[in-house]
């Protein structure tokens, strides 16, 4: 079920970075992501970076990086916004022409921490700690230091990283960007701490409760009690036919495990489906783990389904009334 995904941890295990979009950002530091970035990244370029073979990989991993340097490149292609991409080419190479390129940026899929816990990446019960995401790189010359990552959500797809995943990261990114570019937030540690941006987009639309999210112990009456509009428990085929086909008159919310602090907590964004506005992000103590780690679980199902303190969370952060 799980094959795929668990190739994705064995490659960021051997150090690859996963399927890779190049972005030189000069010497911009994190707190430098503000809107003059966004407006000058828009008119720049952008090279797509794609993993390399490890010179030991075993040959059913090739596949592997094959698909996912089909399907990151392909997605950005399609729907990167922010700056003009104009290549595709080998991490390395990436590299070295970000260097003589300045005017060139650099961003990838992997992991966006870095510091693996010790463990043997065949052995489920030492999985390495990996969490997902997309990743800004800052100047090459100090060691493509990250600049702002945005991690992969969460879906009932028996691969981590697929079509649904990768496209609701991209737009999910994107608009954080702009955000930023428009003043709604300064930077991207306001994605966060800014939890609620358009609440009104609540009432108007319905919140789509895919089956993944349900739980049942809790129901739709208790959810009711905490979630005063319009929701729906929907097929997780809806759920991601919303998504990609922008269906609108939805709201999406995308579940994720983040890093904070050394930690990792629960967040939950909630999306306009057509137009990608974020309505609110909360956040809540949760799995402890990275997101990579909670897919690679023996309960990876269970977790998924939003329990009472969950809806607690949202009722509390989106300033709905909370009636215990």
């Known amino acids: 079920m799980k094959k795929l995904s668990y190739l994705l941890l064995v490659l960021v295990a051997f150090g690859f970075n996963s399927c890779l979009v190049a972005t030189g950002l000069g010497v911009y530091k994190l707190s430098s992501v503000n809107s003059k970035f966004i407006n000058k990244l828009k008119n720049e370029k952008i090279v797509i970076a794609t993993t390399e073979y490890h010179k030991n990989v075993l040959p059913e991993y090739k596949e592997t990086i094959d698909y996912m340097n089909m399907l990151a490149a392909d997605m950005l292609m399609e729907y990167w916004d922010y700056g003009e991409i104009t290549d595709i080419m080998p991490m ?90 428009n003043g709604i937030i300064k930077n991207k540690d306001g994605f966060l701490n800014n939890s609620k941006r358009n609440t009104e987009l609540l009432k108007e639309k319905t919140l789509l409760l895919p089956e993944f999210m349900y739980n049942e112990e809790v129901g739709k009456d208790k959810i009711q009690k905490y979630y005063k509009h319009d929701f729906e428990v929907c097929s997780n085929e809806k759920y991601e036919k919303a998504i990609l086909e922008g269906i609108d008159g939805y709201i999406v919310p995308l579940f994720f495990s983040v890093p904070f602090n050394y930690q990792h907590i629960n967040q939950m964004a909630f999306y306009d489906s057509k137009t990608w506005e974020c309505a609110g992000v909360i956040a809540w103590y949760g799995f402890g783990v990275p997101n990579h780690s909670v897919f690679q679980s023996d309960n990876y199902e269970e977790r998924m389904k939003i329990n009472k303190k969950g809806w607690k969370s949202i009722s509390k952060r989106m300033r709905v009334k909370n009636l215990k």
């Open 92 to 181: 390395s190479e990436a590299e070295k022409f970000i260097r003589k390129n300045k005017d060139y940026h650099i961003i990838y899929i992997g992991d966006t921490r870095k510091d693996f816990v010790d463990g043997d990446y065949r052995n489920k019960e030492k999985v390495y700690m990996v969490s997902m995401g997309i990743c800004f790189i800052a100047d090459p010359q100090v060691g493509f230091s990250k600049l702002v990552s945005y991690e992969i959500p969460f879906t009932h797809n028996s691969n981590f990283l697929n079509e649904v995943s990768m496209y609701a990261t991209i737009r999910g990114l994107q608009e954080m960007f702009r955000e930023i570019e």
